[in-house]
């Protein structure tokens, strides 16, 4: 079980209002396979619309990457929760695409900042944005390992009920 498979299970039956964005797998025999970005309430899709598609997976095995989907999509998911703050707010997952997305990074400190919950996942590399969240002295950060990921699962599911 992977980090965001984790935030999944503790999200299950969640009883109160959620807000964020999730980053989802795809796979389409047209396309490729590659990642899209979703609001955190919003059903999967096998056929994301190509201004969502974060990343895509070319022949040669090369990542293609879209950073302009955070400034725009993942941006207007952000101001929502700054808007309507919700009682958690997910972010699954935080790391290098967003590197450029200086507006989208923003709006992730300005959540940060906000009197809610925040339940994210964060790629384990160090860069300037991901490198300043795990800085914050509001932010705990878990290594998920099979070994650990029963604990972290109760742990967790305290900590958001």
């Known amino acids: 079980m992977g980090k965001s498979t984790l935030l999944n299970r503790i999200l299950d039956n969640y009883p109160l209002k959620t807000g964020g964005f999730r980053t989802l797998p795809f796979e389409n025999g047209h396309i490729g396979r590659g990642f899209y970005l979703a609001a955190s309430d919003e059903v999967p899709v096998a056929n994301p619309k190509p201004e969502r598609i974060i990343a895509l ?4 095995g090369r990542l293609q990457q879209f950073t302009g989907v955070f400034e725009t999509l ?49 790629k384990p590399l160090s860069t300037p944005f991901l490198d300043c969240i795990r800085a914050r002295r509001d932010v705990a950060t878990f290594t998920v390992t099979p070994a650990n990921r029963e604990e972290l699962f109760v742990k967790l599911r305290q900590q958001v009920l």
């Not at 997976?57 to 040669?60: P, V």
Request: charged content about 20%; some cysteine; aromatic content about 6%.
């Open 57 to 60: 997976r070319a022949e040669n």
């Open 74 to 122: 993942g941006v207007a998911i952000l101001s929502r929760c700054l808007a309507n703050i919700p009682d958690l707010i997910i972010m699954d997952e935080l790391g290098f695409i967003e590197n450029e997305a200086l507006n989208f990074q923003e709006l992730v400190f300005r959540c940060l900042d906000l009197p809610a919950l925040v339940l994210g996942v964060i």
